[in-house]
């Protein structure tokens, strides 16, 4: 049976990049139909929709979402990012963002675990006295116990089937003490119940350092949502660029679709260029097709990516070079 993928190319680059991922899977050998969706800035510029109930709805009965980017520089902030992007992880519960780094030169490896639909994503506060001189905005992070605990145990379980089997929480206890606190107990005991994985706790401005200098000393990281998107930039910056950084949005429970994305965003200054780099999108891809089983396939489409010699010329003739490789 064919995987049925619902494909959204999104805005600037994400077309671009997505047809490369699409390029590579077929060159795999694995079997999918891919329905498209215009959804992004440009469809919301077009007729102002951004996300129905209805293809919410569709996308229930599918086995994967795969997106290239959203968002353009002419759409206000927030509408295409709240209402598409972070609905989907809301509304399809893709409470874990998985997002793994490695070195073109393979000496360090390591994934972040991000909480993907709490903290202070979840959209919590609101404005008084608006547009006054004494206008108050408050932006608040929401933490759950239920939320916090299935991505730590997530984050657990991945630690404990790697090599390394260490597992660095990063948050920020010394100051954020409430939300801390909760991540830091639910983290502790969770582990109880993995001795065999080692733990360790970072500060999140000391892993940024860490992450420069030392990216070695991690192996799986997990943390909030908001520390987990800047971290995970950060992560893409070193460890080769962000076209090369993949992420998995996964409802680990599989009562839906999960969702894969690149890290990068729409990159709308490069459009048409051929200089983005598809390799994001298609380790993407190789994470989505893991997901759904086609572990071969996607250790296939990792090596070729790996190979440095793909790693040469237009979106896509590296997508071409990826192809051939698998
Ligand atoms: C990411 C992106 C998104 C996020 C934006 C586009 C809403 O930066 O996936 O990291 O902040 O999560
Ligand atoms: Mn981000």
Not at 134 to 142: D, I, K, L, R
Not at 293 to 315: F, L, N
């Given at each position: 049976?064919p ?100 070195d ?36 608040g ?35 954020l ?52 998107d800047?971290l ?18 996964l ?11 690149p890290?990068h ?16 999108a ?45």
């Amino acid at each position: 049976m064919p995987h049925v993928l619902g494909v959204i190319g999104g805005d600037g680059i994400g077309p671009e990049v997505v047809a490369e991922g699409l390029k590579v899977l077929a060159a795999a050998g694995v079997q999918f139909d891919s329905v498209p969706y215009d959804l992004g800035g440009a469809r919301y510029l077009q007729d102002g929709t951004v996300l129905t109930d209805e293809i919410l709805d569709e996308w229930r009965g599918l086995d994967a979402l795969f997106v290239g980017a959203v968002g353009t520089p002419d759409v206000p902030p927030g509408v295409i990012e709240r209402g598409l992007l972070l609905r989907m992880r809301f509304e399809l519960d893709l409470y874990v963002n998985r997002r793994p780094f490695r070195d073109p030169d393979g000496s360090f490896e390591f994934e972040v675990i991000r909480e993907n639909t709490e903290g202070a994503y979840a959209g919590e506060g609101g404005f008084l006295r608006r547009h006054t001189p004494a206008e108050v905005a408050t932006q608040g992070s929401v933490n759950t116990r239920f939320g916090v605990e299935r991505c730590v145990r997530y984050a657990f379980e991945l630690a404990r089937g790697r090599p390394g089997r260490h597992l660095t929480l990063v948050h920020k206890t010394n100051v954020l003490t409430f939300a801390g606190d909760l991540w830091e107990r639910t983290f502790n005991e969770v582990a109880e119940e993995y001795p065999d994985v080692a733990t360790a706790y970072n500060h999140v401005d000391a892993a940024c350092i860490y992450l420069v200098e030392d990216p070695k000393r991690y192996d799986v990281i997990v943390t909030d949502n908001l520390f987990g998107d800047i971290l995970t930039d950060l992560g893409g910056a070193v460890s080769g660029g962000i076209g090369l950084a993949a992420s998995a949005n996964l409802n680990p429970d599989r009562t839906g679709p999960s969702m894969f994305e690149p890290v990068h965003g729409s990159a709308p200054d490069i459009v048409g260029t051929g200089r983005a780099n598809p390799t994001a999108a298609i380790l993407s891809a190789a994470m989505m097709v893991d997901f759904l089983g086609e572990t071969d396939a996607a250790s296939r489409i990792r090596a070729a990516c790996a190979d440095p010699t793909t790693q040469v010329g237009t979106t896509a003739q590296i997508g071409d070079a990826i192809s051939e490789r698998v």
